[in-house]
């Protein structure tokens, strides 16, 4: 190893040295916490602590088209499967994980979830391409971030499947779902996508991906929209499935 060598592998080292030693301080300091129970993280748990990991609410490994759940989509647009990772109850602390990912810009949280799922579902998925349920920009402009994008991120890691971002798009900025009934929901998004992109979708298995699934509205309404490129098969994904 040449001189101008070893000098930048001693700056490496001390480098390492020094962020080891920052890292320390901020643990030292500023520990991580669960974010389920709230408790201190320690050396090689991330995000939960193994107690709250080993009670994870792990939804089914999926759900067929002639399952209950599925009925609420056309004919036409019905998925083939539903994937989830986890049962999602408002009452339930493991709801802290989708607020996390949604409003608090834990965007390694929602690609660590999705990489759970994408372990979940691997080898029993048959999509070909993921496409994230898309933001409007204005909303998307204000998070700074898509979260079904970066949990889309972690499922393609595993899975090894393409990301379609921009074949369709939200073209109205609605109100959100939260508080509203099964009709609310429905009248709320109808309308709100519009394909981009034919070629890209035509003849796909697309695994449609949102956060969160409670009546199927978004999701519904964004999988009509899809269907019109014409000979699609759908699969969807969601990190929480509500009781």
């Known amino acids: 190893m040449g001189r101008q060598g070893m000098r930048i592998s001693l700056q490496q080292g001390i480098g390492r040295f020094f962020r080891e030693c920052w890292s320390g301080l901020a643990d030292l300091f500023y520990p991580s916490l669960c974010l389920v129970c709230g408790k201190c993280l320690v050396r090689g748990e991330k995000y939960l602590c193994s107690h709250c990991l080993a009670?994870?609410?792990?939804?089914?490994?999926?759900?067929?088209?002639?399952?209950?759940?599925?009925?609420v989509f056309d004919h036409v647009s019905r998925p083939q499967c539903l994937y989830a990772l986890f049962y999602y109850n408002k009452y339930s602390p493991y709801r802290k994980l989708i607020y996390a990912v949604k409003y608090l810009s834990?965007?390694?949280?929602?690609?660590?979830?999705?990489?759970?799922?994408?372990?979940?579902?691997?080898?029993?998925?048959?999509?070909?391409?993921?496409?994230?349920?898309?933001?409007?920009?204005?909303?998307?402009r204000k998070r700074g971030f898509n979260q079904a994008h970066e949990i889309?991120?972690?499922v393609s890691e595993v899975l090894g499947i393409e990301i379609l971002d921009g074949v369709v798009v939200r073209i109205k900025n609605n109100v959100s779902q939260a508080g509203k009934n099964a009709v609310e929901r429905q009248?709320?998004?109808?309308?709100?996508?519009?394909?981009?992109?034919?070629?890209?979708?035509?003849?796909?298995?697309?695994?449609?991906?949102?956060?969160?699934?409670?009546?199927?509205?978004?999701?519904?309404?964004?999988?009509?929209?899809?269907?019109?490129?014409?000979?699609?098969?759908?699969?969807?994904g969601c990190l929480g499935k509500t009781l």
């Open 55 to 71: 009670d994870f609410p792990f939804a089914d490994e999926s759900y067929s088209a002639s399952d209950q759940v599925l009925e």
């Open 106 to 140: 834990y965007r390694k949280l929602g690609r660590y979830l999705g990489r759970l799922l994408g372990e979940r579902i691997k080898g029993k998925c048959q999509a070909d391409c993921i496409v994230p349920v898309p933001l409007h920009k204005k909303r998307e």
């Open 152 to 154: 889309a991120c972690g």
């Open 187 to 236: 009248q709320n998004v109808e309308d709100i996508f519009k394909l981009r992109d034919v070629q890209k979708i035509a003849g796909r298995h697309v695994l449609l991906l949102d956060d969160v699934i409670t009546t199927g509205a978004t999701l519904k309404s964004c999988l009509q929209v899809l269907a019109e490129a014409g000979n699609v098969t759908f699969s969807l």
